[in-house]
C-alpha cells in the first residue's frame, strides 16, 4: 500500500521543488565537467589518478616496506 497525500500541491510549490532539483543536477554536472577538463589538460589540484607506471612504482614500493622485495635488492 502506497501513501496518499493529504492535499493538492500547488502549482508554484511543485514547479520550485522541480527546479531545485534540476538545479542540483545542473551544479553535479557543472562540477563533473570541470574536474574533467582539469583532468584531461593536467591541471587538477585536488584529484589523484595514478597512471599504470606509477601504480606499478607504487607496488614495488609497498612490496619493499613489506619485506617482500628483499631478492629486488639483490638482483
Do not use: Y
Amino acid at each position: 500500500m502506497t501513501t496518499v497525500p493529504k492535499k493538492r500541491i500547488s502549482s508554484s510549490k511543485k514547479r520550485i521543488r522541480k527546479n531545485l532539483w534540476k538545479g542540483k543536477g545542473h551544479s553535479a554536472a557543472l562540477k563533473a565537467f570541470s574536474l574533467g577538463k582539469s583532468l584531461s589538460t593536467g591541471n587538477s589540484k585536488s584529484f589523484c589518478r595514478f597512471l599504470p607506471t606509477d601504480i606499478n612504482k607504487i607496488k614495488r614500493i609497498l612490496r619493499i616496506l613489506n619485506g617482500e622485495g628483499q631478492n629486488e635488492k639483490k638482483r
